[in-house]
């Protein structure tokens, strides 16, 4: 579900799909459109707020951070010239613009642009769900949590083209970080307000493309060249429609037809077509899980929580259920994703399977949790995405509860992304799905998320045992690489020991890509519809 949004490439064992090179287009190419889908409707496309996969796909295209990553997914220089090296003990960083760096109205983007974002979604009158990534900036904790004035963090504009960033300690994977710390218009931000980023008119570009009939509720879209943008001459594609397509089987059958030239597709069209040459599978690094309701009574019963998942047998749901290359999850973090700094051994390989299927355990925690709540019958709501692939496992899971756990009974609530989304924010659900995906190869990555005071806690589970570990984790100061290595392996047991999170599959990235489009890659952190300033018609 959610997505998100990246010199480390040598921790990572990813399936990297490449569709073509760097081939030669044809005539009048330029003028033709590219037709796409997506999978749900955007809540914001404001990179001070958005969180979720769907906004996330749009900004991927219309804006562009401090770095980005090339068409081989390597990170480079984005909107700055150089890739650069901290001073001050690996916590400053100092900032040059591209002399040619322009938002779409052909306005230079300035280091008050930079600036004027990461204050924003500091700020705690932004009500911004979207900090995660600006919590390494000095004084960022004291000014979200109203302490301290929000112009005081870490980020400074030394003149129009130069900015530098001062951290809280030395982040070792930064980089990948500087990825989504990208610029909002000032200017517009002062004239738009809260409203900047809720339609295509309230929202300016930096990037290859500028959004084009977005009236924040429609369910179809374009992207434009944005002819300001520093690379310009290198996007080949001037157009690009995008239509939200939410059931596997029409956007299969757009594809078949013609209709649309890229789309995403899952299970059992993904098992039909695997001889396809038009389909291209990728493994990722976006792990899918359930949360429990820590502030309701039944939900907050761990003998409840261990009961559901230990009944779930995730390798029937991801090779006979899910069928679109999906593996199944043991854990909160995912394989092949994180590895020992000293052996280089897989994370999830060294904790092992902390999320086994044993249906007499969990006839055992069942029975402890009916006495527990004093109760033989119990019913939950579960959350989920009306598309296929979450239909698919909230039926998988609900037939799973209810034939071993007899009085156990599961209702599927089924509710476009966005509302799923603010409902999870505000904590209105029983049990709920959860996606999440990788900016960087750490483990952190995917445990910070269960930390009491994160934002995207929707289950407002409390650990202290897990907290004081993850303290230690963040405390690149006191501690060795090894040794976060070894804290972060010790908050992952703690955590599902507790069953915090219940974990049900890793995702794979399945897509029917048209044999006339070529320079598409996707890897282990890539978006839904990949780098589209990258592709050409052959």
Known sequence: MWQKKQK????????????TGCGSKAAGADNQTLKITI??????????????????????????????????????????EKIVQPTENGTKYTFKIKKNARWQDGKPVTAQD???????????????????????IQNFKAINTGKMDPHKLGVKAINQRTFSITLTKPIPFINYIFVNYKPVQTAAIKKYGEKYGTNDQTTV????????????????WHYVKNKYYW???????????????????????????????????SGQFVKQNRNSKELVVTPTGRNNYIYFNSKRTATANENLRHAISLVINRQQLANKVLQDGSRPATNIVPKNYAKDPKTGRDFIDEVGNLAPTDVNQAKQYWQKAQSDLGKSKVTLDFLVDDVDT???????????????????????????????????????????????????????KFLDGMRSNNQINFAKTKDDQ????????????TYSTQQRWEFEKQADQRLMQIAGVAPTYQAAQ???????????????MSGNSGQLQYAYWK
């Open 8 to 19: 480390l490439w040598m921790y990572l064992v990813v399936g990297v799909a490449l569709l």
């Open 39 to 80: 999978p749900g409707e955007p809540m914001t496309v404001d990179p001070n707020k958005s969180i979720e996969t769907n906004g996330g796909a749009i900004l991927d295209q219309i804006s562009e951070g401090i770095y980005k990553r090339d068409r081989n997914n390597k990170i480079v220089p984005g909107m700055v």
């Open 114 to 136: 930079f600036v004027t974002s990461l204050v924003r979604t500091t700020d705690p009158k932004t009500k911004s769900q979207a900090t995660t990534d600006v919590q390494y």
């Open 205 to 220: 570009a930096n990037g290859p493309y500028t959004l084009k009939g977005w009236n924040g509720n429609n369910d179809s």
């Open 231 to 265: 690379n310009a001459k290198h996007v080949q594609i001037a157009k690009v429609d995008v239509n939200v397509v939410k059931d596997d089987n029409t956007a299969q059958s757009m594809f078949k037809s013609g209709s649309v030239d890229l789309t995403n597709v």
């Open 390 to 444: 979450e239909k698919k496992l909230a039926e998988y899971v609900q037939g799973a509860v209810q034939k071993n756990l007899p009085g156990l009974k599961i209702n599927i609530v089924s509710v476009p992304h966005a509302t799923h989304v603010s409902r999870d924010f505000s904590c209105d659900f029983d049990i709920c799905t959860v996606g999440w995906g990788p900016d960087y190869p750490d483990a952190q």
């Open 466 to 477: 897990y907290d004081a570990l993850m303290d230690k984790v963040s405390d690149t100061t």
């Open 510 to 524: 399945a897509h029917f890509v048209s044999s006339k489009l070529g320079g598409l890659k996707w890897d282990a």
